[in-house]
């Protein structure tokens, strides 16, 4: 009984394993897209605000303060 429940055992593991290195590189590559364009930012705000929420109180947390204010005050003059 025990050697049959350990490929699946394994199996699973590598599933979980790749499932989180998946997320890993997903956040990552959000986070990096998020920080290099306001463009991007603004489709966040429309489609997922609460992505981009979290967004910017991380990079407040890291110290880098103005992002949110230079957006909202971008997209304001744009709309006018």
Known sequence: MACTMEPLAKKI????????????FGAYFLFSKMHTSQDFRQTMSKRFPFILE???KSIEQSGIYGTR????????????
């Open 13 to 24: 593991f590598k599933g979980v394993l790749v499932a989180e290195l998946l997320g890993v």
């Open 54 to 56: 979290v967004y910017y």
């Open 69 to 80: 204010e230079q957006d909202q005050e971008k997209w304001l003059d744009s709309k006018n």
